[in-house]
């Protein structure tokens, strides 16, 4: 394997029986920090992010949604159902940190795979799962999955404008942000077993998550039984250019109309709205006079003005333009793979960066089961254990 002894992760091995995203996610950030992340696949099946997309046989378990969580990861075929499969989880579990899951409550349970089963073979294991709605409630045993997080939240019922219906949001947000927590909470959980010598049990869900996504929105509402919407904010405006739409947000400064209508070179629309109160209820005058002064100027041109007066601005833009944007590749957020595969194909970098510790893919998304005998001369067994 590639030197990994510069990165904060080395030495700490992970078995991951995630799939799909939420669990890969966090296991991806482990693997990237330099974890020795051990993938655990279904024989013949694999992850289910695998199988996202058709292709040939060999295509569809590489698809691109696979390989952009994948990388830094070793791939291991082995039937967990099975007494021989069973005893290789045993044997791993003794030399391993940590253990994560994403399976419904009670699955582990059943493949004798158990917090209270695994810690006996090993004190220092760090039980990490991640879920839908949590081990328990009345919930529990709901698939989790990140639209229906999205739904079930309250995340997706507020919208910037009441009159454009609600929507799901196109990326899997829950997913990620669910992925986010689990990743941390393992993390303090081996910071917390330095000071124990013990390893902990961790759970993440992705209704926890998205709540939390709300915290200034819940605090808000127990206190004055109202909905925070920063998106709904008289200054908030999403407006069309001559050449493609823009979005400008009047905030941290004393007062951001004021330089809003300085940009556009109209009369200063806080002399008859001059305060928040008044200028919520006047929304639909002030968004629409802006918006009718924007038509008239390109993108640049409008965007010029807007940053002239040092207010926050910016093109609406497409993900294509994102991936070409020189600030992207500055920070390191696109990687380059060759994959054998695939071919050429982007995959994005790691977003915490860590001096003297730069994101390297040191091993490609792996084939489907590619490093099962390699791990299991490493546990002292024979090819072909476990089936």
């Known amino acids: 394997m590639t030197d990994t002894t510069n990165l904060p992760l080395d030495g700490i091995r992970v078995i991951d029986f995630t799939q799909a995203e939420q669990g890969p996610i966090a296991t991806l950030q482990l693997a990237d920090f330099g974890a020795d992340v051990i993938k655990i696949e279904r024989p013949g099946v694999g992850d289910l992010s695998r199988h996202t997309v058709g292709g040939t046989s060999i295509e569809a378990t590489n698809n691109p949604t696979y390989v952009a969580m994948n990388r830094n990861k070793r791939s291991m075929e082995l039937d967990t159902k099975s007494e021989a499969g069973k005893q290789v989880i045993y044997e791993l ?104 010598g013990l390893g902990r049990k961790v759970d993440v869900c992705l209704y926890d998550s998205m709540i939390h996504t709300q915290l200034q929105e819940v605090a808000y509402w127990s206190k004055y039984k109202q909905v925070l919407n920063w998106a709904a904010m008289p200054l908030a405006i999403h407006s069309e250019a001559k050449d493609g739409p823009i979005v400008v947000i009047g905030a941290f400064m004393p007062n951001p109309l004021k330089a809003m209508c300085a940009a556009m070179e109209i009369d200063d629309l806080t002399i008859p709205y001059p305060d928040m109160a008044s200028q919520i209820k006047n929304k639909k005058i002030i968004q629409d006079t802006l918006r009718k002064e924007i038509a008239k100027y390109t993108m640049e041109e409008a965007l010029a003005r807007f940053e002239g007066q040092d207010v926050l601005c910016s093109p609406v833009r497409k993900l294509s333009e994102v991936m070409d944007d020189p600030q992207t590749k500055i920070n390191n957020m696109i990687i380059d793979l060759d994959h054998p595969i695939l071919g050429k194909i982007k995959t994005l970098g790691c977003p915490v960066h860590i001096s003297d510790a730069p994101v390297t893919v040191r091993i490609m998304p792996p084939q489907l089961g590619e490093h099962t005998e390699e791990i299991l001369r490493e546990l002292g067994l024979a090819a072909g254990d476990g089936k």
């Open 93 to 196: 579990v003794k030399v391993s940190d940590v253990v994560v899951n994403n399976f419904r409550p009670g699955v582990m349970d059943k493949l004798g795979f158990s917090y209270e089963k695994l810690k006996e073979i090993n004190p220092r294991i760090v039980f990490a799962s991640a879920t839908g709605y949590g081990p328990v409630g009345p919930y529990a045993k709901r698939p989790g999955q990140d639209m229906v997080a999205q739904a079930v939240t309250g995340f997706m019922y507020e919208t910037a404008d009441p009159s454009v219906p609600q929507s799901i949001v196109p990326t899997a947000i829950c997913d990620y942000t669910g992925g986010m927590h689990l990743c941390q909470g393992i993390m303090a959980a081996l910071i917390g077993r330095e000071k124990t």
